[in-house]
């Protein structure tokens, strides 16, 4: 049974202060690793795909990286914007699909002025 | 952009009622799936669909089922509504980039 694991469940951090959220994945299969945002009352939004060990992808202050078991999004001097609910989710074959996610539960990002 | 649409984003309904989530994908896609979000539990795969009339159970089925006439339209029911099917739905699309959610809808079920 694929298992994805975040931590921590929420992290509290001052605006400028650099941290990371970890995801760490058991699957047969990997066929890729997604990482979302999600706004309270509204649905998760796409950030990132990784597909191989090595593999990093940015975008503003957000970093994703990839190893064999697990994933990190490193977040750079964090906005108050940046508060939110952080997914991760893995993808793999399942019965007659292989686009089957697995999610994690979330690690609850605020970010205090 | 693909576009993911659920029909209503605030239900209520009574026990024991028959309920439909309307969900539509405007780009042609075949895969598509219902998941369930509840605090502390985070998102739980009800049904996928991977083609018409194609349909798979996730890791939570019991309670509902799917239907899938049209590529672009993917409806869950639930048969006889009960209250702890309270929930936030969320119907989702795979697309080459990855995959697109809806703005979700929150049942009560009173």
Redesign the interface.
Known sequence: EDQVTQSPEALRLQEGESSSLNCSYTVSGLR?L?W?RQDP??????LF?LYSAGEEKEKERLKATLTKKESFLHITAPKPEDSATY?C?VQAP????N????????TLLTVNP | DVK?TQSSRYLVKRTGEKVFLECVQDMDHE?M?W?RQDP??????IY?S?DVK?K?K?DIPEGYSVSREKKERFSLILESASTNQTSMY?C?S?DP????????T?LTVV
């Open positions: 890729g997604f979302y009352g509204k649905g998760p939004e796409f795909t997914l989710a399942s019965g007659g699909s686009y089957k996610l697995t999610f994690g539960k979330g | 993911v895969n799936f998941y502390g539990l985070g998102l739980r795969l996928f991977y194609m798979e996730g969320l989702a795979r980039g990855g995959y697109t959610f809806g703005s979700g929150r």
